[in-house]
């Protein structure tokens, strides 16, 4: 599988752990590249991306088709989070140009619910472009999240802790914009918002799907601290 984040899928093999019980493969993730840059006092805490809210998110340079949909090719992004609330709308990672088209992608958090926003071509936005996948998310706990936009067939699939949520059809497949790739916030303009309080880690964007064994190990060893 050919992945477009700069890094690389660990093979099977790297995988250690005795016991018997599974250990998955450790993740090299959007968050240990050297290119992030931390944003008014976010920080990186033992591979994890933690921001107390406010103006604290982590940016990417754009990637040329690195986190864009492909026509004819899915997009899958996979990450970790721990929000420290489930109140209001809270960013985790998206992709997007801001106010008047909001052209590209967003995963966020509204309340105990997850979202996902795509849009293209200029159009503007509508309710039809945001795809609630219900949940019951809650503080302090660690989630898995794997999301799923695929133009054959058209739907995007929400994956939380390896159970599948459900599939839904988007008003419009996400279009490619040439901005940076954000974690943990968006910005229309010069105004920061929606942000994430909590933490990130384990990012990951794909141009081709997984396997069932390389999402189990994206979703395995979730606990609550």
Known sequence: MSSSYVGTYPSP??????GGGYTPDPITGLEDNSALVLH??????????????GTQYAALPDSTGNYDKVSGSPLVISCKFKPSGVAGSQTIIGHHTGA???DGWVIQLVGVNISLFTNQGGNSPSGGNSKTFSMTLEAG????????IQDSPNIITAYVNDLKISSQTPLELPSNPSV?????????GSTLYNPFTGS???VEIFQALLTDSQRK?????????
Do not use: H, P
């Open 141 to 148: 706990y660690e989630y898995a999240l794997i999301i799923v």
């Open 217 to 225: 190990n994206k979703t395995s060893g979730i606990f609550v601290s």
């Open 100 to 102: 008047s088209s909001y």
């Open 40 to 53: 008014n006092s976010a920080t990186l805490t033992d591979g994890k991306l933690v921001l107390a809210g």
């Open 200 to 202: 990130i880690w384990d």
């Open 13 to 18: 093999s790297s995988g250690g752990g005795g």
């Open 180 to 188: 940076d790739l954000l974690l943990g916030i968006q910005i229309d």
